[in-house]
DNA sequence: GTTTATGCAAAGCATTTGCATAACA
DNA sequence: TGTTATGCAAATGCTTTGCATAAAC
């Protein structure tokens, strides 16, 4: 990965958890505590599915609905970055900095970019009366 | 859009559907080439579950799984382009050309920027030992 | 007559929904 | 008590699969 980060440590045990859940305005939780533990656990992109199946696994049983409301949550209070990739499923990002994506097609891997690697240039003509909102760039790799 | 394209007329008869599933490699089957009038009747981008309304709707009666097959048959043999939006469904695109996207966040809809339009610097570091083998670019906008 | 394409119905998978229960302030 | 969170089970939507039939060469 390219150096980036928010400055938070890549894991957290419970209380420095609920810790930034509070700081997010999120009432923390056994739930949200243990989905946080998890997401932040392995600080990679995950896909909601694969979040419920670990959660399940895990001592903490939570259920589909409460893991799926709680990412979105987290999106909302600005915990989580959701992606765009076509999975078929949600895909949720650790990493709150703007960022690109390498995706290495071979294995369905998903790496960050820091946003100053890559260079892309908009013309305003483009754009027409709408408003730039975001960009995202994918480098699709192979090998 | 950007004034592209591969050349091809934007509206096929069932003629030069055949004609053009034929230069491909592909067997004209009735079902194809009803497909290929509804995809290129529309030049836009397309999901196949809606391709498969559509097609349902017409005259010519399709089956769920030869509008699939045959989507990734087209995809195979070049003559469409499959798109990675996360819309938890597999979208299509008549434009062969490799394009970037303009997506309105607001409506769902998709505009294709020529290549031209956007400049992107990749710096090889990024790559590491892989090789590019595409750059996607989506500009999203709101108003 | 063998290969290739199509159709049908069911299964699979991720997500969403409605409503009842539980936790919390 | 009233609000907020969770759980369960069923429904939804799109895609995929297996196998039988039909069409094409």
Redesign the pocket.
Known sequence: MGGMGTGADPILNADEAASLLRAHG??P????VAISTVLFACRQHM????L?RRAQAGDT??????V???L??FVEKGLLQELNFSD???IYDTNLASHHHLYHVDSGKIEDLDISQIKVKVPDEVLGNSSLVGVDVTLRVAG
Chains 1, 2 share one sequence.
């Open positions: 999120i009432t939780t056994r739930q949200r896909a909601a599915s694969e419920f049983s939570i259920s589909r609905s409460t799926y409301n709680t979105e949550l078929r499923s949600r």
